[in-house]
């Protein structure tokens, strides 16, 4: 395992779960503020004053110059979404992704949902579900003293399975002191998964990210942050912040019961 892993104490994961309660109180918010006529920075300048509100940090505001605390992802945008002027629409794919720095930890977790309803865009939404499937089945594989192989072939056979892509280059990550922490964490077979041996106190931001058909991710002329399906396909997100423990895996963050 690597040195560079940084083992968190209890009081810093007891300060991610309460970064995770922030999370998700503003999270279920922006879910419902995500309607047919809203603009991406309307959901931004929402959540702007609410860190303000609560005297929290916006984990990824500044974070190597992103100029927002929300990444807003829509349809072939798979991640890292600049919240814009663009206003939602009946069937657009929304991820929202969020880190919320409480105490100097970090909670990062993210959803994906329809606008308008599952029934305004029934290819995303078999996505959407697809991709927690996985996640949800993956979690289930990071016992302490395992590596997390394991997590990445369910993860990959889940969205296989379902007649969805893998984005192969984009990971989960270490989280809860700085945003991104080794190790990576693969939503695929990678060799790099097995020289991971899973401790408590790790703490781990799990994120499959998916898409219809593409495998990799294309970028535009002078955006270095939106990050695109490589076919221009439909792309989801679904993530959580996780504790290594000693009776098995703690999510910290995410909304995990929808």
């Not at 890292?80 to 930890?105: A, F, Q, S, W």
């Not at 993956?138 to 889940?158: C, K, M, N, R, S």
């Not at 270490?174 to 020289?195: D, F, M």
């Amino acid at each position: 395992m690597s040195s560079k892993i940084i083992i968190k104490t209890p009081q810093q994961i007891a300060n991610i779960r309460e970064a995770g309660k922030y999370w998700l109180e503003l999270m279920t918010e922006l879910r419902d503020r995500s309607t047919v006529g809203v603009a991406l920075i309307e959901l931004e300048n929402y959540a702007d004053t609410y860190i303000r509100k609560h005297h929290i940090h916006g984990s990824f505001k500044w974070y190597q110059w992103f100029p927002a605390n929300l990444c807003l992802s829509v349809n072939d945008c798979v991640v890292h979404g600049i919240p814009d002027d663009y206003v939602l629409k009946n069937g657009d794919v929304l991820k929202i992704d969020m880190g919320i720095t409480y105490e100097r930890c970090i909670a990062d977790a993210a959803i994906s949902l329809v606008i308008g309803g599952d029934h305004t865009n029934p290819v995303g939404a078999d996505l959407i579900h697809a991709t927690k499937l996985a996640l949800d089945r993956g979690i289930e594989t990071l016992q302490f003293g395992q590596t997390p192989e394991a997590y990445g072939q369910v993860v990959y056979d889940t969205i296989q399975e379902s007649g969805y892509e893998v984005i192969r280059h984009l990971t989960g990550h270490g989280v809860g002191v700085q945003v991104h922490e080794e190790p990576s964490i693969y939503n695929r077979p990678h060799r790099n998964l097995a020289k991971v041996v899973l401790r408590p106190g790790m703490v781990i931001a799990c994120e499959p990210i998916t898409a219809e058909r593409s495998t990799d991710y294309a970028m535009e002329p002078g955006n270095d942050w939106n990050l695109y399906t490589e076919y221009g396909d439909l792309g989801a997100q679904r993530e959580y912040t996780v504790a290594i423990t000693d009776h098995g895996p703690e999510i910290l963050a995410g909304m995990s019961n929808i």
